[in-house]
């Protein structure tokens, strides 16, 4: 049985590929400080492992004997890591490569890394992005996410850690919090029940790609489950959602009327990022994705509100 550490099993992600890799047959340790007491995951054969990202004691202990180790916690959002980037640099960088080094002490076989399909490859006007397309970051928290692709590099052609960095595009969910400053798909289901303004950075044009949760849990652990051919995989639908298009869509499915606060769009937002998946779907077969209203409809009631009310 591969014995696996999930570093964030209580976030978004993390928790539902605890429970996914559960059901699987793998022997999961889920790590995270768990400090609200509240375990997100539903599985029950899990090993909990309460520690500090930031104590570098915690991370030794907790990857040894461990055969994979997925790293999918993040200290900063894109919104706090442009507040202060140096944060993201002492919160997230520097300590995944203290990581990546007791994982070599600890004799890791394989490093699941959860980089970002979005804000990873910048403004560069493409209708969509390959892996083989050069990444221009512009923001702090992007910025950082490829500095930690590099030094994945970097250690296995030092120690000979294999690596893999899923970049993923937008998740959103069942088990999402909607109280959260993060994702536009969970903001606008809070703020449009809750009869209050969504705001629409721009004008409604920008398009993203977005991936329901548990397509992604089933892309991940295809890749989990085989010796990859490559370092770098984008995870995502590979199809084009607008802004205005997805706030239509969570109008739909709250059956609530919507209205906007437009604001104007930060500098380091990119205009338009649709991921192309081919290199996955080559290797590892075609996906069925959600549409966006099936998700979105599923988010809501997973987040357990009132709907159509």
Not at 288 to 293: E, G, I, K
Request: proline residues 5%; negative net charge.
């Amino acid at each position: 049985m591969v014995r696996a550490l999930v570093i964030g099993a209580n976030g978004f992600i993390g928790s539902h590929l605890v429970d996914a890799m559960c059901d699987a047959g793998y022997d999961v340790t889920a790590f995270d400080r768990f400090s609200n007491g509240k375990r997100t995951f539903a599985a029950t054969s899990v090993t909990e492992f309460i520690g500090d990202f930031l104590n570098r004691g915690d991370i030794e202990k907790a990857v040894k004997g461990q055969d994979f180790v997925f790293h999918f916690l993040s200290t900063t959002t894109p919104a706090t890591a442009q507040s202060d980037p140096s944060l993201d640099i002492r919160t997230n960088v520097e300590p995944t490569v203290q990581l990546l080094e007791a994982c070599v002490d600890a004799g890791v076989q394989r490093f699941f890394y959860a980089s970002t399909g979005g804000a990873i490859y910048g403004n560069q006007g493409l209708e969509s992005y390959s892996e083989l397309d050069m990444p221009l970051p512009v923001s702090p928290y992007a910025i950082g996410k490829l500095t930690v692709e590099n030094y994945l590099r970097y250690f296995h052609a030092t120690h000979d850690l294999s690596s893999v960095a899923l970049r993923i595009s937008n998740p959103y969910g069942s088990g999402q919090a909607l109280h959260k400053k993060q994702g536009l798909i969970p903001i606008a289901i809070r703020r449009i029940l809750n009869a209050q303004p969504v705001v629409q950075m721009g004008d409604g044009s920008m398009v993203r790609d977005f991936i329901y949760i548990d397509d992604l849990i089933a892309m991940i652990l295809k890749i989990a489950a085989h010796t990859p051919n490559w370092p770098i995989y984008n995870l995502g639908s590979g199809r084009a959602a607008s802004v205005a298009e997805v706030i239509a869509a969570v109008g739909r499915a709250t059956n609530r009327p919507v209205e906007l606060d437009i604001q104007p769009a930060p500098a380091t937002f990119v205009r338009k990022v649709v991921l192309d998946i081919s290199r996955y779907i080559e290797e590892f077969g075609a996906v069925s994705f959600s549409t966006l209203d099936e998700g979105i409809l599923r988010t809501l009631e997973g987040s357990g509100e009132n709907i159509g009310k």
